[in-house]
């Protein structure tokens, strides 16, 4: 699986987690993907939160010559019937519970579901943006990314990198497999048949509890 396929594969099934009406965060990189993968039954409205409600993808047909962008400073476009607000507006939506969903990227997560996704110490990242706000903010955290960097795990016992947030995780969701995060650790709920438990669990370093229903990852 090459890594444009792996980043189709684990967004294709983080779209499986949107719910008809959700209000949705989309982080920057992989998680901008997932409006392309939305079961055609599933609208939601996307926020940025740097001030748009109701962002769609920026194309052909939907861009305008008024140049706009998400947080991540992607193209995109408004919807009829959307709204611009200013960041005190945006961020009391955030942090007043009115997302369902975000969906983010990760340097590291742990088994307590504590993320680390701003900043590796000496090397110039975008930074914290929202996410803090975020991940405390959303009724639902959704992690996607890759399941290890340069073969080292990604899933940790414990986060090595500054927290973004604690106990913020819901789900984490790879290229391998969806791990579910419980009071009594990772819950592996499905697999990629591509790869056995043992290959799954090689790659963690946290235990991985599997679920006496795991299933197919689709």
């Not at 949107?18 to 599933?42: E, H, W, Y």
């Not at 391998?176 to 650790?185: A, D, I, L, Q």
Request: net charge negative.
């Amino acid at each position: 699986m090459d890594k444009d396929n792996i980043k189709s594969y684990i967004i294709a099934r983080a779209a499986k987690e949107m719910r008809d009406g959700d209000i949705v965060n989309l982080g920057i990189g992989m998680p901008t993907m997932v409006p392309n993968f939305l079961p055609k039954d599933v609208k939601v409205i996307i926020q940025a939160e740097n001030g748009l409600m109701r962002v769609i993808p920026c194309t052909e047909e939907t861009c305008e010559p008024i140049y706009k962008v998400d947080a991540g400073a992607t193209p995109v476009s408004v919807a009829p019937g959307g709204s611009y607000f200013d960041s005190c507006t945006s961020f009391g939506m955030i942090r007043g519970g009115h997302i369902d969903v975000t969906v983010l990227g990760a340097l590291e997560v742990d088994e307590k579901g504590n993320l680390s996704n701003w900043i590796i110490p000496g090397k110039k990242l975008p930074g914290m943006g929202g996410a803090m706000d975020l991940v405390v903010g959303a009724k639902k955290v959704i992690v996607t990314m890759e399941h290890t960097q340069k073969g080292e795990p990604k899933i940790l016992k414990n986060c090595r990198l500054p927290l973004t947030a604690v106990n913020c995780v819901d789900l984490i969701i790879t290229e391998m497999g969806v791990m579910e995060v419980t009071p009594k650790g990772l819950v592996l709920t499905e697999i990629n048949p591509e790869y056995s438990v043992e290959e799954v669990q090689a790659a963690t370093e946290a235990v991985l509890i599997v679920s006496p229903g795991l299933k197919p990852m689709s």
